[in-house]
């Protein structure tokens, strides 16, 4: 061994990259859902949240993954596949028209170690919320899940483009932070701010495809609230519907 040390990685990156052209990168290729589909079905799978379990033939049984080098069976758990099927639709896109794009949550806990559990990311509420949701090309989600103030630049841009943002005990430092961030040199020129309206660019508007979509989702949710198993989390899913006021 060398003995050798090396700098912080972000600051390492920061010395040969500026900040505001990692903002540019993000304006030219982030998809953003439009604010009238927003508002037409602000979340799409309320039976959903980080880290609970999957059920199969229609929530009746659990669905178990098998560990291959150590052979236990273990309950397998969401990630984020309704996350991204909820961007995807709101989008107006197919699972297979997105190839190397990653859902990235702008809203969640803000720890960049990924040791603590993310109370925001695990909420019905939040999980599958449109506005809290933005598509980009997958390596610039590193930034996204790293830097604070790429961060926080997404939440004021959310937060002015939905008229939304995370009320979430664990969102309370970054809340903070937006409404204490006063430097705009890096910020994207066609992302709105509390002074400025205007539309970022990539907002995939809201179209007939896009209304079906949530047509859809709707008579799903009314479906499996009155017919699903014993697992269908019926309590969460009615409280996660009246947090945003959707009516079935």
Known sequence: MSGTTLPDGLSALRDVFK???IMRLIEDTARWVDFATFRLLPLWYPEH???????????????????????????????????NMALTHALGLRSDDRPNWSCCHIWGIDDAQFQEANAIVQDRRFFSCVANMVLLPTPLKAFTDTMQDVKAMLRICARHLYGWHCDHEGAKDGLAAIEAWTDWSAYPASWPTAERVSMPKGVAKLDDGIRRSAARRLTAIRRDL???????PR??????????????
């Open 226 to 232: 009155k017919d699903a198993g014993p697992h269908y």
């Open 49 to 83: 949240a980080g880290r609970t379990y999957f059920y199969k033939e229609s929530w009746s049984k659990p669905q178990m993954n098998r560990n291959r080098q150590s052979g236990h069976t273990e309950y397998k758990r969401e990630g984020n596949v309704h996350a």
């Open 19 to 21: 900040l505001s052209e």
């Open 235 to 248: 309590d969460e899913v009615r409280a996660a519907l009246a947090f945003w006021n959707i009516e079935l």
